[in-house]
């Protein structure tokens, strides 16, 4: 998969933006984040679930998937080698991620939760 392919179907999901992301691009929907890409573009990082499918990636696919260490254990966010990745697996990759921070019916960021409001008592 190129540089191109991957921006191209990463805002191809209704709504998807692309903003910087410290030395990288993200991708969001809403305010949430669903993939990232380095600036030159080589590698990305894309959050996948369940935890067994991420597993199986990285176990299965060593040449294309890595750990990014903390943000792989608690977040479940997998490194992909760009170019050697298929595009299919990595477009179904991107649906997933995205989907999966935009809740059912998709399309729509989940809202941020509001906080709850403060206890009057004892005033």
Not at 30 to 41: C, D, P, Q, S, V
Not at 60 to 76: L, M, N, Q, V
Not at 87 to 102: E, F, G, P
Not at 105 to 122: I, M
């Amino acid at each position: 998969m190129t540089e191109a392919q991957f921006r191209e179907v990463a805002l191809s999901l209704l709504g998807a933006t692309e903003s910087p992301h410290f030395e990288r691009t993200s991708f969001r929907a809403g305010t949430k984040i669903f993939a990232t890409m380095t600036r030159a573009g080589d590698e990305a990082m894309i959050r996948v679930r369940p935890r067994d499918k991420l597993e199986a990636l990285l176990q299965g696919k060593p040449e294309i998937f890595f750990s990014h260490g903390g943000w792989t254990d608690r977040f479940g966010s997998l490194g992909s080698r760009l170019r050697a990745a298929p595009v299919a697996l990595v477009t179904q990759l991107l649906r997933d991620a995205y989907d999966d921070v935009t809740g059912p019916g998709g399309g729509q960021a989940r809202a941020p939760r509001r906080p709850r409001a403060r206890s009057v008592r004892g005033r």
